[in-house]
């Protein structure tokens, strides 16, 4: 099916394509649709309602994760882990579970033993943790947002989207199995962090550590959060699309600080300590990263590029067949067209975003210092020692000192888009939610903690995708927004893609 929608980017076609599609099409390699055809979809009898009951009760535990990381709600942790014993006493009976991490241990480690311990083990991955709710939006929820609140065909509150759902319904999947008598063939692993709204150093970076200490050479496959089914969540795409994160881009925070005299603000010098640092920030967003095609770009316009305007396929194809380190008239057209939209300008360069700003207590006070935080998601290479120097040399004022205040994390390796597993998940995506939609590799511009694993040699085939159908792009909001919520219909297709999934990977080669 040849979808001919018009890319939102504001240059004419004639500007951005110095070919015609007639000359493309006879030289250009085979830029067929990829897309998966004729899968058999399958129907999962799942005991929704008391899903429905314990995924509610779930967040009703207010297991957030503050930037003051002194500031950490044990009780909410505690109270959680046993719930989930209650909540789930076959997995408890069957699965080892062992409660790990590095200073707290609060990361959750389940090993369901296969059947043939010869065979690389598989690995699901979710995290416990929430982002926080501000005081100041809490009139903007419909339901509080630690309710559990089932209203009006929706499971509403902090954590149902991002990522207890995840969490439960891997959990409701194995349940389910154990009952039935069900063993895996491979050694499956349930990961379930602690700090992932952090970056993960207390519990995945502790997890995936252990696990290769513990002698794990290769894992088979490796499942984690991303974007859920969205139909228009990629520009220029309203289809209904499922995008299978394979690479991740790095994360870096930095601290920039301006310490100087402060006095009293009937007599300001010259220069202010927040007039510096304001402007050694506009220096650094005029100097932006340049852009790069990464290769996992490349699959996912692979993918996608048949899926889109015809118009436009010279430009996805140049890119999809291109070679790293070079940059084709095409492919620089291409780059000149994803530049128009923040999501996919993204993808191209490393990202600068400033995110906090401090300084002052008082009106008439001149404050003696003042601070920023930016954040930097990084493409491939551009280490925080890069980004360090690539600031320093922006800025250029020795005032104004710079350290890194994250956890640091690279960009890591790219999973196989062509490979058994991805083609396991594109299966069980189209048996649980049809052929009727896209599937497509995607390189993640945000990522979670599931990057301590990627990052190893042990786990490089890491997929990332939230398993939740959205309604619409509205939903998506709810992502550490306002009113976050689960259609409740469709946490039973979730708990349904992970029994099927477990299935499936008894087959993979």
Do not use: C
Request: glycine share 8%; charged share 25%.
């Amino acid at each position: 099916m040849k979808r001919r929608i018009k890319y939102t980017a504001g240059i004419s076609l004639v500007a951005a394509i110095a070919i015609s599609v007639s000359a493309w099409a006879d030289e250009a390699p085979d830029f067929s649709s990829k897309q998966m055809q004729g899968v058999e979809q399958v129907t999962i009898d799942v005991d929704l309602d008391g899903a429905v009951k314990r995924l509610s009760r779930a967040v009703q535990f207010p297991t957030i994760s503050n930037q003051d990381r002194n500031d950490f709600d044990t009780k909410a942790f505690d109270d959680y882990h046993a719930f989930l014993v209650e909540a789930y006493p076959e997995v408890h009976k069957t699965l080892k579970r062992e409660i790990l991490g590095d200073p707290r241990p609060y990361s959750l480690l389940y090993t369901w033993e296969g059947k043939n311990p010869d065979l690389p083990p598989a690995l699901f991955y979710a995290h416990q943790d929430v982002v926080p709710v501000p005081d100041d939006s809490r009139d903007q929820w419909e339901q509080e947002p630690f309710s559990g609140a089932v209203v009006d065909g929706y499971l509403w509150g902090r954590g149902t989207m991002d990522d207890k759902n995840q969490i439960h319904g891997i959990l409701e999947a194995a349940e389910m199995k154990i009952k039935e008598g069900y063993q895996p063939e491979r050694t499956l692993y349930f990961v379930f962090g602690q700090d992932e709204e952090v970056g993960g150093p207390e519990g995945a970076r502790f997890i995936a550590e252990t696990l290769e200490k513990r002698g794990i050479k290769r894992f088979a496959f490796v499942m984690d959060e991303s974007a859920p089914l969205i139909p228009g969540i990629f520009p220029g795409l309203p289809d209904n699309t499922a995008l299978i994160g394979i690479a991740q881009k790095g994360y870096v925070s930095l601290e920039l600080a301006m310490h100087g005299v402060g006095g009293h603000s009937s007599q300001p010098p010259e220069e202010s300590n927040i007039g510096i640092l304001a402007s050694a920030i506009t220096k650094l967003e005029a100097a932006q990263f340049p852009y790069r095609i990464h290769p996992a770009l490349r699959y996912q316009y692979r993918y996608l590029g048949p899926e889109l305007d015809e118009a436009y396929q010279p430009l996805y194809s140049a890119v999809a067949f291109g070679k790293d380190g070079e940059m084709t008239d095409l492919e620089k057209q291409f780059v000149d067209v994803m530049a128009e939209n923040q999501v996919t300008r993204a993808m191209m360069h490393t990202t600068i975003a400033v995110t906090m700003f401090n300084a002052g207590v008082k009106d008439n006070i001149l404050p003696p210092a003042a601070t920023a935080v930016v954040n930097f998601r990084p493409m491939p290479g551009d280490t925080p020692d890069v980004i360090i120097e690539h600031v320093k040399k922006a800025i250029d004022d020795d005032r104004i000192t710079v350290r890194d205040i994250s956890a640091s994390r690279l960009a890591t390796a790219m999973a196989d888009p062509e490979g058994p597993g991805y083609k396991t998940l594109e299966k069980t995506i189209r048996q649980i939610w049809g052929n009727d939609l896209v599937v497509a590799p995607f390189f993640v511009i945000g990522g979670s903690d599931s990057a301590h694993f990627q990052a190893r040699p042990f786990a490089p085939d890491v997929y990332t995708i939230t398993a939740i159908q959205l309604e619409n792009m509205k939903e998506f909001e709810g992502f550490h927004g306002v009113n976050e919520r689960l259609l409740v219909e469709e946490y039973g297709k979730t708990i349904g893609f992970f029994y099927q999934i477990m299935d499936n990977l008894d087959d993979l080669k």
